[in-house]
């Protein structure tokens, strides 16, 4: 088609885009919470063995290293301006 009236290039077309009535991934989070409220996350139950006294220190060891990459973010590099022998007081 060439330029001009009906050359297909944007307006509402049938059929396009997301059928009604259908959930998009944060109602379909939110439903499954409302069937199964007492499930809890994989994190939730790790940070219960982590806080759990009753557990044997190797084991709590394992999900503080396991948990570690979720709670806390890495840290970036920072480009440095210039090299370390060139820095002075």
């Not at 940070?47 to 999900?63: H, Q, T």
């Not at 990459?69 to 022998?85: G, W």
């Amino acid at each position: 088609m060439g330029i001009g009236i009906g050359s297909g290039k944007g307006g509402r077309r049938p059929g396009a885009g997301r059928p009604r009535g259908s959930i998009d991934k944060r109602k379909r989070a939110e439903r499954r919470w409302l069937v199964a409220p007492e499930q809890k996350l994989p994190l939730d139950l790790m940070l219960a063995i982590i806080n759990d006294p009753n557990v044997s220190e190797a084991r709590r060891d394992k999900f503080i290293i396991a948990a570690a990459p979720y709670l806390h973010p890495r840290l970036t590099s920072i480009a440095v301006a210039k090299a370390p022998f060139e820095m002075t007081n």
